[in-house]
């Protein structure tokens, strides 16, 4: 059975409980825990350089020779190669009309509730640049899962993936089969270890609006610094090519079945699913023959899992992604 262990690597609750335990921070752990899919789900690392951290993958293992008496064996030697994962600062700031905040009856609580409604906002970013952004297009940002795995040939070589067969041009969706860890794949924050995620109260302070004429507002400045690192290949699997309706195409556990297979382990291992695959899964689980599904325990709640293995509803999936071929 899968599981999701936190005692032994770290996730992004308990790097910021240990990195700045106040009160405002204390707020932002809540409200990524409550809805940061990904960003909470990942093992988080500090990079190894301050702007990028490198990765060593293996490239090839010796399996070594037997030996015969009087006869000697060949050196070996293992390969590997070594990758760099740039950094991206994913960043916002707010500000507030002092002269409204006056008028609140809880200006704190009016303030809080905004601020969390930008977090919210900005993890679902940080799981559409995991799941589909490309560098070569914006070079501020990284490189996502779809970026590194772009073809079926790509998907392949791990193997880290296959199609379910779909040809509706632009009615196409994804399972993303994640398996989190350090020999896996996780995030990484920038070295130093004290801002992967950035709330900053910058207080009053006398802005301008568009006519250059100033006012005074309350600013905060947010922030999440993150690269995305993939250590094993086959910890990361993708059914691509799903169609999320009609009757050919679509949703196979068979497939999901397969990939399963690919990974080394499925500790912390977790699917993602757009809502329409969600749905079927739901279906299924009631039918009492189907020993597939089941609804375990995972971050605390009731949660649906696939032959042991949770699986999370991410809306960041697209129903409209392009055709892998």
């Known amino acids: ?29 809540n409200t990524l825990w409550s809805h940061g899919d990904m960003i909470k789900d990942a093992k988080w690392f500090e990079a190894n350089d301050f702007t990028s951290h490198q990765v060593t993958q293996s490239l090839t293992e010796p399996a070594g020779e037997f030996g015969i008496i009087n006869t000697g064996v060949a050196y070996v030697a293992a390969k590997t190669k070594q990758i760099k994962e740039d950094l991206a600062m994913l960043e916002a700031y707010s500000r507030i009309d002092e002269r409204l905040l006056r008028r609140m009856r809880d200006p704190e609580q009016f303030r809080s509730q905004r601020n969390m409604m930008i977090i919210r906002g900005m993890t679902k970013t940080f799981n559409s640049t995991l799941l589909y952004e490309d560098k070569a297009i914006e070079p501020e940002k990284i490189n996502g899962f779809l970026a590194r795995f772009p073809t079926l040939a790509s998907l392949a070589v791990a193997p880290s993936g296959k199609s379910a067969g779909g040809t509706s041009v632009g009615l196409v969706t994804s399972i993303y089969v994640i398996r989190w860890g ?39 400045h947010f922030g999440i610094n993150f690269g995305l690192c993939i250590a094993d290949p ?70 649906l899992h696939f032959q042991g293995t949770p699986v999370r509803k991410l809306d960041q999936i697209l129903v ?6």
């Open 1 to 29: 059975m899968a599981t999701i262990d936190s005692s032994t690597e770290y996730s992004l609750l308990d790097l910021l409980k240990g990195h700045d335990p106040d009160g405002n921070t204390a707020r932002i752990i």
């Open 234 to 303: 086959t910890s990361f699997q993708r059914i691509c090519n799903i169609e999320p309706t009609g009757a050919a195409n679509i949703f196979n556990e068979d497939d999901l079945i397969q990939v399963l297979e690919e990974l080394a382990n499925l500790e912390n291992t977790v699917i993602y699913v757009p809502k329409q695959v969600k749905v079927q899964m739901n279906i299924a689980l009631k039918n009492k023959n189907n020993v597939n599904y089941t609804v375990e325990n995972a971050w605390g709640v009731p949660t």
């Open 320 to 325: 409209t992604e392009a055709i892998v071929e």
């Open 182 to 220: 350090m020999d896996g794949v996780y995030c990484v924050y920038p070295r130093g270890g004290r801002n992967a995620i950035i709330e900053e109260d910058l207080g009053r302070q006398l802005v301008q609006d568009s006519t250059t004429t100033a006012y005074t507002a309350v600013v905060s």
